[in-house]
């Protein structure tokens, strides 16, 4: 079974700098998907960004963007110009030939004024 | 415009009560999906279904039931609430599109049983 692993429970970051978020997953699969899914204090789960694994090039939506490192088994976010708003729970997940999400326990994530 | 939507957003309710979550979503996906979250924030699938008349249990034990007699309608059903039910439920649906894809979660309902 597939096993997503988040390593940090909690960070926080200054606003306006820069912060990377660690995750790891384990699969013997060689076609899947990775996602990053943001939950804002009780609000909807929103899509981040998202990564084929097929593809080597690394995803990148405005501020987002991930290192996919397939090899490693390892898939970071890092967060530019963190805002205020980026504070919310980050939860890492992936998806293989199960057609099922699995999520890793989520990292907590405080932007600081 | 496409959402997914999930009804009642807070519910407290008695011990022993049967209870019905809605989930409703107008993208005409055909996958949908129930996941628990713990007070850890931890996120765990009890139930899936990949159509209509298709149901599966997901990788947590859980005491409810499913139902998908329309595409767009996913509810989850507690036949007699417990304290041990309390959680918050999320719904969520998607369909593979080649640079579009990822699930679309509702914004869940807080169940607290009492």
């Known amino acids: 079974a597939q096993t997503v692993t988040q390593s940090q429970p909690e960070m926080s970051v200054q606003e306006a700098e820069t912060v990377t978020l660690s995750c790891t997953y384990d699969?013997?699969?060689?076609?899947?998907?990775l996602f990053w899914y943001k939950q804002p204090p009780s609000r909807q789960m929103i899509l981040v960004i998202r990564?084929?694994?097929?593809?080597?090039q690394n995803a990148t939506e405005n501020r987002f963007s991930v290192n996919f490192q397939k090899a490693a088994k390892s898939f970071s976010l890092k967060i530019s110009d963190s805002q205020l708003g980026d504070t919310a729970m980050y939860f890492c997940a992936f998806e293989g030939g199960s057609e099922k999400l699995v999520f890793g326990k989520g990292t907590k994530l405080t932007v600081n004024p | 415009e496409a959402d997914i939507y999930q009804t009642p957003r807070y519910l407290v309710i008695g011990t022993g009560k049967k209870i019905t979550l809605e989930c409703s979503q107008t993208?005409?996906?055909?996958?949908m999906y129930w996941y628990q979250q713990d007070p850890g924030m931890e996120l765990h699938l009890i139930h899936y279904?990949?159509?209509?008349?298709?149901?599966e249990k997901g990788d947590l034990s859980s005491e409810s039931t499913v139902s998908r007699i329309r595409t767009e309608h996913f509810p989850l059903t507690l036949e007699s609430a417990r304290p041990s039910h309390t959680s918050q439920y999320l719904c969520?649906?998607?369909?593979?599109?080649?640079?579009?894809?990822?699930?679309?979660f509702g914004s869940g309902t807080r169940l607290t049983v009492v």
């Open positions: 279904s990949y159509g209509v008349n298709s149901t």
């Open positions: 990564q084929e694994a097929y593809k080597q």
């Open positions: 969520a649906s998607s369909e593979y599109r080649e640079d579009n894809y990822g699930y679309t």
């Open positions: 699969t013997s699969e060689s076609n899947y998907y």
């Open positions: 993208m005409g996906h055909d996958k």
